[in-house]
């Protein structure tokens, strides 16, 4: 299943993201659409769409698309947004906050472990949201961090929102939504993951977010990923320097550092470069109470 189509984009953004106009137009031919476009529109079947609906509706899942409120403003502002977004959990008053994409390794050092945790603790405790993929490692470790201390934290899935992997994780999915966070995907509730769903995935997690952290990664590491697409969404990028030059698992945080992401060696590196004094000012007294 492809999760993201361009041209359907395109055509909701001309008609200011209404559906029905967009649907009515398509259907009076003033959109004209390619053969292939028409074949994929005939093979909808209105049976398999009542039935995701019902999935959704039985299991408390939201569907919030591009013309909701509920939409993240940030997210809806990228190149490409997601259509759709299906939800489990609290997804509302992202916008004016704090957001923060925190992403690494999935085989982190006992290093990255801790770093995570020094710095999203108090990122956490200044009101900050924090943004992963609910991958194993650093991911799984930033919910979790943010969980711990209380919290908001949204994890954005490489899967359909029922469907558990990976399978350690289903219990802090829950505890995520619990603790009045979000557990999303653009995926159709029941897909199984697939390797080259991760590229679109990642672009959600820098988009939701003002800035995107990468703590652990290797030269090939999916959180670069992540992190070259805030750069193109004109986000912030930081990144934690490496504990050892001279391993391979630092490589990709080093060739961060080397292309002008900014280092951070405390939360308040984020701070400073995001917030003018004044806002500033602000976060901290709201850490320090």
Known sequence: MQPY??????????????????????????????????LRAKNIRNGTVREVIKQCYDNGIRIIT??????????????????????????????????????????????GISVTKHIIA???????????GLAVGIDAQAHISCVENGGRTVGVLGCG????????????????????????????????????YYQYRN????????ATLVIEAGEKSGALITANHACEQGREVFFVPPHNILSSRFMGVASLGRDGAVPVYSYLDILYTLFNTADLDKFIKRGLT
């Open 122 to 132: 108090p990122l956490v405790k200044v009101g900050a949201v924090i943004v992963s």
């Open 5 to 38: 189509n361009r041209r359907t984009v395109e055509i909701l953004e001309h008609f200011d993201y209404n559906a029905e106009k967009a649907a009515a137009a398509i259907r009076d031919g003033k959109v004209l659409l390619s053969d292939e476009e028409k």
């Open 161 to 196: 929102i029922l469907v558990d992997y990976p399978a350690q994780n289903a219990q802090l999915k829950r505890e995520i939504v619990q603790n009045g966070g979000a557990v999303i995907s653009e995926l159709l509730p029941f897909a199984n993951t697939f390797p080259e």
């Open 66 to 111: 591009l013309d909701d409120d509920e939409y993240p403003a940030l997210l809806k502002n990228i190149d490409n947004p997601p259509i759709v977004l299906f939800c489990a959990g609290n997804l509302k008053n992202l916008d004016g906050t704090l957001s923060v994409s925190a992403v690494g390794t999935r085989n982190p050092s006992s290093y």
């Open 203 to 210: 672009r959600i997690i820098s988009g939701l977010s003002l």
